[in-house]
């Protein structure tokens, strides 16, 4: 079993591009998130889904899309990349739905928009 | 601005010696949990509190939660230089599924 995947893990981008990164998870949980983690920083929630078709703004969403079309998969749009996104993104996810269980965490995509 | 926030920043101890770690919080929470990463790597899950809970052990970890102060502590006992990594706090907020994190306490064990 993989766990939770992402794809791609390295991306460079030109300022104005757009790009999807895919998550997908092979643990049939409900949960799932996208996080963004800058240099020194911590996690930052950018969207979550607490179901297959539905999903949350997080902290910082401005400049994302998200898309959960079914269970296992959770992606993150970026329709028109700055530097600003320039970053590390993780992807996660939990069993059930709220209620004590840990999250399990992709290896990441380091994502750098110049 | 985020959750938790973690302090210290950073720690740096002798193996052998013990490390404490705090987060607080701002919002009514379900649980508490603490992670560790590793440099370049993704997060990985070490203990977690429930908030009608006070203290939890695992192994070398002890987590204390104090929800009237809204904050925990994590402390590893007779730490090892393996121990060396970035710990994060995280909370279930009661609303639901979101789960935030702090800004994280790296961790430097000497050997």
């Known amino acids: 079993n993989a766990g939770v995947t992402q794809t791609p893990k390295f991306q460079v981008l030109k300022t104005g591009q757009s790009m999807t990164l895919q998550c997908a998870q092979d643990m049939n949980h409900n949960s799932m998130y996208w996080y963004r983690q800058d240099p020194g920083m911590g996690l930052r929630l950018i969207y979550y889904?607490?179901?297959?078709?539905?999903?949350d703004k997080g902290e910082v969403p401005n400049g994302y899309n998200v898309s959960r079309l079914n269970k296992r998969e959770f992606s993150l749009r970026l329709e028109s990349a700055a530097p600003s996104q320039t970053s590390v993104y993780f992807c996660a996810n939990r069993g059930g739905g709220a209620g004590d269980t840990e999250a399990f965490f992709g290896q990441g995509t380091r994502l750098t928009v110049v | 601005s985020q959750q938790g926030e973690e302090d210290p920043q950073a720690l740096s101890i002798q193996e052998g010696e013990n490390a404490t770690m705090n987060c607080s919080y701002k919002?009514?929470?379900?649980?508490l949990q603490w992670y560790r990463q590793n440099s370049g790597r993704g997060l990985v899950h070490l203990i977690l509190i429930r908030s009608n809970e006070r203290e939890k052990h695992s192994g070398r970890l002890r987590v204390t939660l104090d929800t009237s102060k809204k904050s925990s502590s994590l402390l590893i006992t007779a730490s090892r230089a393996a121990d060396t990594a970035s710990y994060f706090c995280a909370t279930e907020e009661t609303s639901g599924s979101r789960l935030t994190f702090g800004e994280g306490t790296q961790l430097t064990v000497n050997p």
């Open positions: 919002t009514s929470i379900n649980n």
């Open positions: 889904s607490a179901s297959e078709g539905t999903t």
